[in-house]
C-alpha cells in the first residue's frame, strides 16, 4: 500500500501531507515528485499540493482512496481551497462547492451546489471528472462522502474542509498560514 508523509510549503502556508494507500485501477500514477519545468505525468484531476525546495508534488487526486481532507481553521482551509480550486480549473477540470464552503473566496467558473450530490445508480452515465468542495460533515453523511469517489470511479471526489477528522488522504493546514494570499 503506497504511503506518503511530508511536509510542503503552498503559497498559503505550510501543510503536512499524509497519502495512505491509492484506487486500484485507475491508470496513471497516484503521485509524483517534480522539478522545475519537468512536465506532470497524465492525470484526471491533476493537482500540485505542494513544494519541497524545488520540488512539487503533483497528485491526481482520482486516484484517491475516497475523499482529500484539508484539516485546520476554516479560514485556511477556505483559502487552501480556493487556491486548490483554481489550479483545478486552469487545468481544465470541473469544480464544485457545497454551499458556502469557501466563504468569500472567489472562483472563477466554479458550480455552486445545495448539496453534496448523490452518487450515479448503477448503469447511469458517469459524471465528467469535477473535485466537489465541502465543508466539515459529521455522522451519516460522512459515510456517504466517502462513497461518491468510488461509485464515480474518480470522477468525483469530495474535498472535505474544516475541523474534520483527518482521511486517508490528507493535508493538515499548520498555523501560521499567510493571509491574504490565495486571493
Known sequence: MPYLSTDLETEVGPVS???????????????????????????TLPLVLG?????????????APDVLTLVGSTEVCQRT???????????????????????????????????????????????????????GLAGPAMASVRRLAAATGGRCVPVLMGPVPG????LQLLPGGRPGTAD
Not at 513544494?51 to 486516484?63: A, F, T, Y
Request: hydrophobic content about 45%; cysteine-free; proline content about 11%.
Open 17 to 43: 501531507v499524509r497519502l495512505v494507500g491509492v484506487a486500484a485501477g485507475r491508470g496513471a500514477p497516484a503521485y509524483a515528485w517534480l522539478g522545475a519545468g519537468e512536465p506532470a505525468p497524465s492525470a
Open 51 to 63: 513544494n519541497q525546495g524545488p520540488w512539487r508534488l503533483h497528485v491526481d487526486l482520482s486516484r
Open 81 to 135: 481551497a480556493a487556491l486548490f480550486a483554481r489550479q483545478l480549473r486552469a487545468a481544465g477540470v470541473g469544480v464544485a462547492v457545497v454551499g458556502t464552503a469557501l466563504g468569500t473566496h472567489t472562483v472563477d467558473g466554479l458550480r455552486t451546489l445545495p448539496a453534496l450530490p448523490e452518487p450515479p445508480a448503477p448503469g447511469e452515465e458517469l459524471p465528467a471528472p469535477y473535485v466537489v468542495f465541502v465543508a
Open 167 to 170: 482521511g486517508r488522504w490528507s
